[in-house]
């Protein structure tokens, strides 16, 4: 069964985000990360973003790409403070356009290693348990880490 007009509503944010969506896909592609979206932009605009490139400037360089295509905010400062304390080292920027338009930035980078993993590995290198190159590729892309 189909919703009559009257059980229809819409706020207009999903197009207003949409209409930024290709500067910030474009800033970020130049600073060597990639973006996407998630969640239903009907209140703010949830992007996920994860370096792209082996060049990839830094996070902070990604936000200022990023707050510069929304620069006559009165909020361009504020949009420089993030959010630590999430899961995975994920770390959160709140881009505030106006008012109660924002945009919430969650950021992915590579997840650090654990010093005992890196003893495991120099030990079965050692023992001769693994080669050298493939201790480089667990180290460059590490399975779960305990």
Known sequence: MS???????TTGRAVFY?????????????????????GSMARDMD????????DAK?????????????DGTFWKEYNFKPFYGKPNDRVVYTLRIFSDFYI???IVEKPKLKVAYVRDLLD???KEEITF??????LNNPVKQD
């Open 124 to 126: 079965q290198l050692q």
């Open 47 to 54: 992007m996920m973003a994860m370096k792209w490139t082996e």
């Open 3 to 9: 919703k009559t007009k009257d059980e229809v509503t």
């Open 18 to 38: 949409t209409v930024l969506w290709e500067s910030f896909r474009k800033a970020a592609l130049e600073c060597g990360w990639s973006l996407a979206l998630h």
């Open 133 to 138: 190159s493939r201790m480089v590729e667990l």
């Open 104 to 106: 919430d930035l969650s």
């Open 58 to 70: 830094s996070k902070e360089d990604l936000v200022e790409a990023l707050n510069s295509c929304i």
